[in-house]
């Protein structure tokens, strides 16, 4: 596609540091790169401690053991997400409720998920933040399941360096986790990074993180090395990505954001039509930072906005559906708390997701509205 979706942001510093890691030799998990990108990272949204892992799903994972999710346990999810949200309470055997999202940001809607812990005393609530906006009932939902002994995992994937009433994206919930795919915010390829303030928690997602195994430091005895403590997984992140993300992070807040805020500020200047609008809204005292930029069109059916999409990629303009909902995967057993409204599933069938990277000009965006008022059905 000429006009790509998202594209890694690289420059000389990622081959710096990699091509450093390549003259030391030590490729495997917890290079110094790696731990300085750790460090930093969570000085970036002030946290105490941060895991580089290998995906953002292993993070999730992570986050649902080190809060102790058993088999059977309830975890409160958006409808509107990225799978890996339902995926890895389903690796812990857990059920998902699901929970339709509000219009505004796409976020948890309140209200529902007030009912649903009242009826169904969820463990945990994976709190999201869609396409980089804070999520409108964050600080609500926080304190409702501080309330109710809920424990909150914030998934901030697509939101690094987006602010609400000041404060960062991904320091709200106890535990915090990141995507840093190449096409997140930050990316290494693949990777994922989890977050929190709470030392035990930290102290038991690195051991989990390690294969649950205590005694691997240079001062153990070698016949000690092997010795775990029970289930673990290989989810640390390998050197070479550690350094790709360190340089990412080094660059974050000078470049890639400033960038990436610029995009969709264009979009909102650019995108103002009482046939289709934006999809989200900007909230009071939020700082979105854009990930993704997508249209909702209200007087389309799902038929039309397909065909339009198509108009669109001949046209080499990359395009991504809205997420597919929750509620509709029949391949996880799961229960569905929604209002009147399948907002999730409206949201999917009329919403198209468009270049969103760093790369993009004004003229660009002009160019996408051009093509988009030219094949539009007409009503």
Not at 111 to 130: G, W
Not at 144 to 164: P, R
Not at 317 to 325: H, K, L, N, T, V
Request: glycine fraction near 6%.
């Amino acid at each position: 596609m000429k006009y790509s979706l998202n594209l890694p942001s690289l420059s000389n510093l990622e081959k710096k540091y990699v091509l450093d890691v390549i003259k030391t030799g030590w490729l495997s998990s917890n290079g110094t790169h790696t731990q300085i990108f750790e460090k930093k990272f969570s000085r970036l949204i002030n946290r105490k401690h941060s895991l580089a892992v290998q995906n953002g799903t292993a993070a999730l994972h992570l986050a649902l053991k080190s809060l102790n999710c058993k088999p059977n346990d309830k975890v409160i999810i958006p409808n509107y997400t990225c799978v890996s949200n339902i995926s890895s309470v389903a690796q812990c055997n857990a059920i998902p409720i699901i929970v339709e999202v509000e219009k505004e940001t796409l976020g948890l809607d309140y209200n529902l998920v007030k009912k649903a812990i009242d009826k169904y005393k969820p463990k945990i609530l994976q709190l999201v933040h869609v396409y980089g906006h804070p999520a409108k009932d964050t600080v609500k939902i926080i304190k409702l399941c501080k309330t109710k002994g809920v424990k909150v995992i914030e998934d901030a994937s697509e939101a690094l360096g987006a602010t609400l009433n000041k404060k960062k994206i991904g320091s709200f919930g106890e535990i915090s986790v990141f995507s840093i795919r190449s096409e997140k915010m930050i990316g290494v390829g693949e990777g994922g990074m989890i977050s929190t303030n709470n030392n035990k928690i930290y102290q038991k997602i690195s051991l989990l993180a390690s294969r649950n195994a205590p005694y691997r430091k240079k001062k153990h005895p070698y016949w000690k090395k092997y010795f775990h403590l029970g289930e673990g997984y290989n989810y640390l992140l390998p050197h070479l990505l550690g350094a790709v993300g360190r340089a990412q992070i080094e660059r974050f807040s000078k470049d890639m954001l400033i960038r990436k805020k610029q995009v969709g500020n264009f979009y909102k200047k650019i995108f103002k039509n009482k046939d289709y609008s934006l999809t989200q809204k900007i909230i009071k005292n939020s700082s979105p930072v854009f990930w993704l930029n997508s249209l909702f069109f209200k007087n389309l059916n799902k038929k039309e906005v397909i065909k339009l999409a198509h108009l669109l990629e001949k046209k080499g303009i990359e395009i991504r559906s809205g997420f597919w909902p929750m509620s509709d995967l029949k391949g996880f057993k799961s229960i569905y708390v929604k209002d009147k409204e399948k907002i999730s599933k409206e949201l999917f069938e009329k919403t198209l997701v468009l270049p969103s990277n760093v790369n993009l000009k004004y003229k660009d965006i002009i160019k996408f509205k051009k093509e988009i008022e030219k094949n539009i059905p007409k009503k």
